[in-house]
């Protein structure tokens, strides 16, 4: 794994130099008020930070906000990839230079719609739900190299409801904008709350490093580390082997899907 | 002209729906769609369908709105064929590789943007027409100002849920049946579990409350469907495939008695209010406008739990034959002589009428119906129809 190949999202700027001494230089980025989910950050921010810097955007959006992100296309221009949700983000980068990676979460989960895609755009982010098999399949039957998605925490809901601060409201508590969702000690869900809705990500990390070795590199554009809600000792413990509390449960069972009657 | 499009989760809803002045139906077929545990229909059902609505100048959609897994493309492009030939008029669809394959077949069904694809702006709905789709099932997140902008710029059909449970999270964005149950809710396994009770803890993990609840109120638009249809909405939606007859044939009633009263000017504040609490009495759970008119808050969520949900038994029973005078009936839950009761049906309005004479099949009079699905007679000169349905009279106009 080539560290050209590596792509690391970070919870805070400062950390940016530690990566960059062990040469990782690629760095996916939530646009602050377009991204639900990840911290963010505003283009000027990013601007002269010496890094390649892609875009995550993954609000679902409603006509005012997509015509917000219109006003700022012109400030995309030193940005090296765009990670996008919603097609309206398609629909008006279309025409424009930037690389556009196709990330409509839980979407990006057959050859036959990535390859339509491809036609399109640069790339496509493969989703969490899928079986190391059918990781296999799609990098073998895919026209160009995609993101893989190594480590992180999945998001399992996304609503547009403000699902924390309700609930506190209605009974008089405190209000909170994050917090634990736990059915019991096995299923949590970590909650976000911002201005543009309520995400639940599941507790547990994934982890597909230990099988990167069964995949085919060529057909990999980038590893993907989502490291917002650690450090870049855990990307050293992930390199290593030494990650032991990751949930991998989709890369080895299959979902239902016809279910008995 | 509006649409008015109901659910059917079999034959029987489907004809249901058919007779309570549905425009165009909706259904799954065996694979594909959202809904794997209903019924769905067979092929031969499906074509049974088409033929019955068609026959009645009505139309059938058919749901292939799965997002799909490379396995689940098995049989796909024969089912598309096959659908194609027995002419259903649409398919609802989130895939765009379904899409893609629509073309490449060159199928004459219109293709409608499934609310799995949580459209909300003019640009993905542009996107989708350029893909060859003919309308868009709005993301139930859609407000005024979302419907105005995507119809005026784009033209294209716009379809929106008018009433019926809603997803907590946008369509299509929620795995937490795969968590939790392992069955994968974009393939139809939804176990709904935004309905589930969560323990909720601060981020410093000391519990908040053990009785946090994501689930949102159901979808009821009967205060704004004006408005709806003035910003631009086409085909208005009742969600439920999985619904009883009733449940069917009362919201469709209702909506279908709103339109009525709207094209010929005569709605009126008490006569909503009346319609709003028929509505309220026939579903189980309470219901809000949601999104169109304002962003939902604390009252648009559900606390109370699905435990706490209501069911009522007010549908006494359907009306089989009007006949010299003698009404017969198929019993659905007791009612006995002295009953106030409501006849409604869609070449009616309602019809009031205390029971003052009943009778078993082979006419021998009895005091009560208490047997499910007994045949019992009234004698009686009214203007039911079969297919009609008696209900416990709760709300006059």
């Known amino acids: 794994m080539k560290n050209s190949k590596i792509l690391v999202s970070v919870k805070n700027l400062d950390e940016l130099k530690e990566y960059k001494k062990i040469g990782i230089t690629n760095f996916l980025f939530a646009l602050k008020g377009f991204s639900i989910g990840y911290p963010e950050f505003t283009l000027d921010e990013l601007l002269d930070l010496d890094i390649n810097v892609y875009l995550n955007i993954n609000l679902v959006m409603d006509t005012k906000k997509i015509n917000e992100f219109k006003n700022i296309i012109s400030k995309l221009d030193f940005v090296k990839g765009i990670f996008f949700e919603d097609l309206g983000i398609y629909y008006v980068l279309k025409d424009h230079h930037i690389p556009l990676i196709w990330n409509q979460n839980h979407f990006v989960i057959n050859s036959v719609s990535i390859n339509s895609w491809l036609n399109r755009v640069t790339s496509a982010c493969l989703t969490n739900e899928l079986t190391k098999e059918e990781i296999k399949y799609i990098l073998e039957k895919t026209s160009k190299p995609l993101i893989l998605p190594i480590f992180g925490y999945n998001i399992a809901m996304y609503s547009r409801r403000y699902l924390l601060s309700n609930f506190n409201r209605y009974h008089g508590y405190k209000i909170v904008n994050n917090g634990y969702l736990k059915i019991n000690p096995q299923n949590q869900f970590k909650a976000y709350e911002t201005e ?44 290593n082997n030494e990650i032991s509390d990751s949930e991998e449960r989709f890369l080895n069972h299959k979902t239902i899907y016809k279910l008995e009657d | 002209m509006i649409e008015l499009l109901a659910p059917a989760g079999d034959i029987e809803k489907l004809k249901v729906a058919l007779h309570y002045s549905a425009d165009a139906i909706y259904f799954g077929g065996q694979n594909y769609s959202l809904r794997a545990n209903a019924k769905n229909f067979s092929l031969e059902e499906i074509k049974e369908a088409t033929m019955l609505a068609h026959s009645l100048n009505k ?10 897994h490379d396995e689940d493309f098995k049989g796909l492009k024969e089912y598309l064929l096959y659908l194609d030939e027995i002419g259903i008029d649409a398919i609802m669809v989130s895939d765009i590789a379904v899409l893609e394959l629509c073309n490449e077949l060159k199928l004459k069904i219109d293709r409608y943007v499934s609310t799995q694809a949580s459209v909300l702006n003019e640009e993905a709905a542009m996107f989708y027409k350029e893909l060859g789709v003919k309308r868009i099932v709005l993301a139930r997140e859609a407000m005024k100002e979302d419907v105005i902008a995507i119809k005026s710029r784009t033209g294209l059909d716009l379809e929106a849920f008018v009433h019926g449970a809603m997803c907590t999270g946008f369509s299509g964005r929620c795995i937490l049946s795969n968590y939790l149950t392992n069955r994968d809710s974009n393939r139809g396994g939804c176990a709904q579990i935004c309905r589930w009770k969560f323990d909720f803890y601060d981020e410093n993990n000391d519990l908040i409350s053990d009785n946090f609840w994501l689930s949102c109120k159901d979808l009821s638009m009967v205060d704004y469907f004006k408005e709806m249809f003035e910003a631009g909405i086409y085909s208005f939606k009742i969600e439920g495939r999985m619904r009883s007859i009733y449940y069917i044939a009362t919201v469709l009633h209702c909506y279908r008695l709103l339109f009525n009263k709207l094209s010929n000017n005569s709605l009126n504040p ?36 699905s435990r706490e949900e209501v069911s009522n038994q007010d549908f006494l029973g359907i009306v089989l034959e009007n006949k010299d ?18 006849f409604f049906g869609p070449q009616n309005e309602f019809i009031n009428y205390k029971i003052d004479n009943l009778y078993d099949e082979n006419l021998n009079k009895i005091e009560i119906a208490n047997h499910p699905q007994m045949i019992i007679k009234i004698k009686a000169k009214l203007p039911v129809s079969p297919g009609d349905m008696l209900r416990i009279k709760i709300f006059d106009i």
């Open chain 2, 59 to 68: 139309k059938v959609y058919v749901a292939v709105n799965i997002i799909f």
């Open chain 2, 325 to 342: 005078n003698i009404i017969t009936i198929e019993q659905r839950n007791y009612f006995k002589i002295g009953d106030e009761v409501q």
């Open chain 1, 196 to 239: 543009n809705g309520t995400v639940l990500f599941y507790h547990k990390p994934f982890n597909y490093y230990p099988i990167i070795n069964e995949l085919k590199d060529e057909k990999i554009w980038f590893y993907y580390f989502d490291l917002t809600h650690s450090n870049i000792a855990q990307y050293h413990k992930i390199i």
């Open chain 2, 270 to 305: 008490a006569y909503i209010n009346f319609i709003r609490n028929i509505l309220n009495r026939c579903a189980n759970r309470e219901n809000a406008t949601q999104f169109f008119n304002k962003f939902p808050d604390e009252n648009e969520q559900y606390y109370l739990g």
